[in-house]
């Protein structure tokens, strides 16, 4: 089941720059049904899937591997490590966050000064960066050498659980959700022959699309992503931007990428079509690969699929399981009547 890949995904680390634990549980799940797979400069893994027919368009899957996390940046004298964050991560979440350092996983703890000794001033202000340290119990620095190291990476904690009406929270569901999906449509029966991309570092610029839609070469890419959700309790309804459990969320733009219309449409179709429910942003916020795939080049016509996810860029999301179930489906349906289009 889907489900059951996305808790396997999402409990690997992969902080941007250090996916490699991803990539190699993706690589072993396709390997076998690739007609031709590889890992580029950057680390993306990029492998070729036959279909039925070999269309005159260049079809590109794309979804990244990696996740927001932080990085060892000093070790004091006693002990405790300083970081900096790797990606977009709102710092009023830190405090208290379980931690695990570098390929060992050390435990820690991010920590902070106690709320007892803050200023009343600190108290109406979020903490700046250089307040936060992690405790790994360590008693000076060289203890602290032992078993860390300047430029380790740091994951959240990776437990994840089913909760309420088929809900789902985890670290890492931006995007492990896409890279379940395409691990998904690896093992299905494709139309046409398409190009996947598991692609790197994400979070820190979209630099990995990059690279692998210039060496790639498509004419269309669909990007599958997870996506901001926003329906909250204090959020006015004219800012949510979609909402779990309402279906798949198809890209008309964001701040990033103008998806292209003709393929918002074939994509649409293709969810009636199927009567999988879908929804559309109806706040323009955030933005992904998309756009670096779009700029490639000459240019490459763009579709975007996401899932709906409260609280990303944080230690734990939360999606609905349904929409990730209905995500193969619909991709699949998109990629069908793309081979209808184009007469392949």
């Known amino acids: 089941m889907i489900a059951d890949t996305l808790k396997d995904l999402c409990a690997l680390p992969g902080v941007s720059g250090f996916e490699d634990p991803v990539r190699d549980y993706i690589r072993e799940k396709i390997e076998p049904s690739a007609a031709d797979i590889r890992t580029d400069a950057m680390g993306t893994l990029i492998a070729e899937k036959k279909g039925k027919r070999t269309p005159d368009l260049k079809i590109l899957l794309s979804a990244h591997m990696d996740e927001v996390g ?3 940046t000093h070790i004091t004298d006693e002990g405790f490590l300083r970081f900096d964050c790797v990606g977009g991560i709102d710092r009023r979440v830190l405090i208290g966050q379980r931690v695990f350092v ?5 435990p820690g703890v ?3 000064k106690a709320v007892h000794l803050c200023t009343a001033e600190e108290m109406q202000k979020i903490p700046r960066l250089e307040e936060f340290y992690i405790d790994i119990g360590a008693e000076s620095r060289e203890e602290a050498e032992e078993k860390t190291h300047l430029g380790d ?3 959240f904690d990776p437990e994840s659980a089913e ?3 088929n809900m789902f929270r985890s670290k890492a569901v931006d995007d492990r959700a896409g890279c379940a999906v395409l691990l998904d449509l690896f093992q299905r029966e494709l139309p046409l022959d398409c190009t996947f991309a598991f692609t790197v570092q994400e979070e820190v610029g979209c630099r990995g699309a990059f690279g692998a839609a210039f060496s790639v070469k498509p004419d269309i890419a669909l990007v599958l992503e997870s996506t901001t959700a926003a329906d909250l309790p204090e959020v006015p309804a004219r800012r949510r931007v979609c909402e779990p459990g309402r279906g798949p969320v198809i890209s008309l733009m964001d701040g990033g990428t103008v998806y292209d219309r003709e393929l918002f449409t074939l994509m649409t179709e293709a969810a009636d079509k199927k009567n999988i429910p879908w929804q559309v942003k109806h706040y323009i916020a955030g933005g992904n690969d998309a756009r670096a ?6 240019g490459v016509r763009v579709a975007g699929l996401s899932l709906a996810a409260r609280y990303l860029h944080a230690p734990v999301s939360v999606a609905s399981l349904q929409d990730l179930e209905e995500m193969p489906d619909l991709a699949l ?8 289009r184009a007469g392949a």
């Open 153 to 155: 990476f740091v994951s």
């Open 293 to 298: 795939v779009q700029r490639s080049r000459g």
């Open 102 to 106: 570098g390929r060992d996983a050390v």
């Open 163 to 165: 909760f309420g009406d």
């Open 110 to 112: 991010v920590g902070m």
């Open 70 to 72: 932080l990085m060892i």
């Open 333 to 340: 349906g998109f990629l069908e009547a793309l081979a209808d």
